[in-house]
């Protein structure tokens, strides 16, 4: 079986429960503004990435692949931030730091060490690789930084705060080794079974992503701990919430 291109007028359908979402979004004023500017924006940034990876593809340069990965490490490192209310300027360099080295880490592991690349640059490999390992990194980072920030709010102690924050940012990769192959074929098993790869092969390549997802989240999660361990930041976080509320 290939896998054949889908129509635009069949792509369409896929719409329709987004839309329905969005529109439930509308009745319970859940806000669905932010979710119409969000799903604009994905079908707009997947449009334009298709043709940008068409020509990284065959640009066949280390240094075109080499800048690509450091502003896919930029935007998930701001983007991990969203959920700091305040002094995203401040954890910048924590979160850009800890995605490099948890995630970077990982990506060399897996791309040398299991997949032995030839080049180490291959786009084709390289790219759709580093994007699975920054965003689950941006993920496990936004959720300890929120967690860390509610602690600290809450009065916890720093260390406490810490513990209960590397927890709660390895609860979403943790329920997906649970549920992996029992619940869910996750996205890359799926598509090489659809293309025609045997379900053997794409279970090994699976385990491969499933570990590096793994340690990109605990190694990432541990190093934005670790860089912000004084809260410095999240102490003045707290001042200042509590300062606007009175």
Do not use: H
């Amino acid at each position: 079986m290939t896998i054949e291109p889908i129509p635009l007028a069949r792509l369409a359908f896929a719409f329709i429960p987004a839309v329905a979402v969005v529109v439930l979004m509308w009745r319970f004023s859940a806000g669905y503004q932010k979710a119409l500017y969000a799903f604009l924006r994905m079908f707009i940034q997947l449009l334009l990435i298709g043709y940008a990876l068409v020509y990284i593809f065959a640009s066949g340069s280390a240094l075109v692949t080499t800048a690509i990965l450091f502003v896919m490490i930029l935007a998930a490192s701001w983007i991990a931030l969203n959920t700091v209310k305040i002094a995203k300027r401040e954890l910048f360099s924590a979160s850009f730091l800890s995605i490099l080295c948890g995630g970077g880490v990982t990506l060399v592991v897996i791309t040398q060490g299991v997949l032995a690349l030839d080049p180490w640059y291959a786009p084709n490999m390289i790219i759709p690789l580093a994007g699975m390992i920054f965003a689950s990194s941006m993920t496990s980072i936004s959720l300890a930084a929120e967690r860390l920030s509610a602690e600290l709010d809450n009065g916890a102690a720093i260390d406490a705060a810490r513990r209960t924050a590397f927890q709660a940012a390895m609860i979403p990769i943790i329920n997906s080794l649970f549920a992996v192959g029992l619940v869910s074929l996750p996205g890359m098993m799926t598509g090489q079974i659809l293309s025609g790869v045997s379900p053997l092969v794409a279970t090994r390549y699976q385990i491969m992503v499933m570990c590096m997802i793994f340690g990109a989240t605990g190694l990432s999660t541990a190093c934005f701990l670790y860089l912000t361990r004084n809260a410095t930041v999240f102490k003045e976080t707290v001042t200042s919430l509590q300062e606007e509320e009175q």
